[in-house]
């Protein structure tokens, strides 16, 4: 069973995600919040495997609450909601911690399909945001592309193949068809990637990635 904390300042579309979450009969929505700090204090007091996190919200936004849930003993993996325009903040979360990151126009079987990745340790990225946000921080040479660049040299080989597949948003199963390799095999890779990067978690390493120029997208 995955325990679900949604939160969002819309009490409307709070109700339409624990309507569609309750659908699955793998998932619980153990809480709710209306904004960042609620958030913190209810999975403080729940144990919630992932949060559903708003960006735009009051008291605290979906950014400072990400990066609060990520620090607490027992963190929660954590979805940011967000929309086209929101571009910045939604890259700002990602650094903050979060596991990827949700359109909320998203079809609903994809958002049940988000929560079991995540939970499962993988990262979800919606394609057409991604590439969005991706083009834009790259069109701008950010100085980090230098840095990134440097931290995958050090990877080996194999390594970097994973990595380039992982940036790409590929699922281990899908890496390992890809690679010829054993899922468990392509699990040590992305734990050993992950500490030779200092990234923490598989969003930070695929970006990582592709501001260094790998997975196709430098």
């Known amino acids: 069973m995955i325990n679900i904390l949604v939160v969002d300042d819309d009490a409307l579309v709070r109700l339409g995600l624990v309507d569609l979450l309750s659908t699955d009969p793998e998932l619980t929505v153990v809480a709710e919040a209306a ?4 958030a913190v204090e209810q999975a403080s007091g729940h144990r919630v495997d992932v949060a559903l996190v708003d960006v735009r919200m009051p008291r605290m936004d979906g950014i ?111 890496i390992a068809a890809a690679l010829g390799m054993r899922e468990s095999t392509v699990k040590a890779h992305v734990s050993r990637i992950l500490g030779a990067l200092g990234a923490g978690n598989r969003v930070q390493a695929a970006l990582l990635a592709r501001d260094a120029g790998l997975g196709g997208l430098g």
Request: aromatic share 4%; hydrophobic share 45%; glycine share 6%.
């Open 64 to 174: 400072a609450a990400t990066r609060r849930l990520r620090a607490l003993p027992d963190p929660p993996r954590v979805i940011t909601l967000t929309t086209f325009d929101l571009d910045e903040y939604v890259y700002d979360a990602l650094a903050a911690g979060a596991d990827g990151f949700l359109l909320k126009d998203t079809e609903p079987r994809e958002i049940i399909r988000a929560v079991h990745v995540v939970a499962d340790g993988q990262g979800m990225l919606h394609p057409a945001a991604a590439r969005r946000l991706i083009d834009r921080f790259h069109s701008a040479a950010r100085p980090e592309a230098r840095e990134a660049r440097t931290r995958v040299e050090g990877l080996t080989p194999r390594e970097t193949d994973v990595l380039a597949r992982l940036a790409l948003g590929d699922s281990n199963a899908q």
């Open 35 to 38: 904004d960042g700090l609620a």
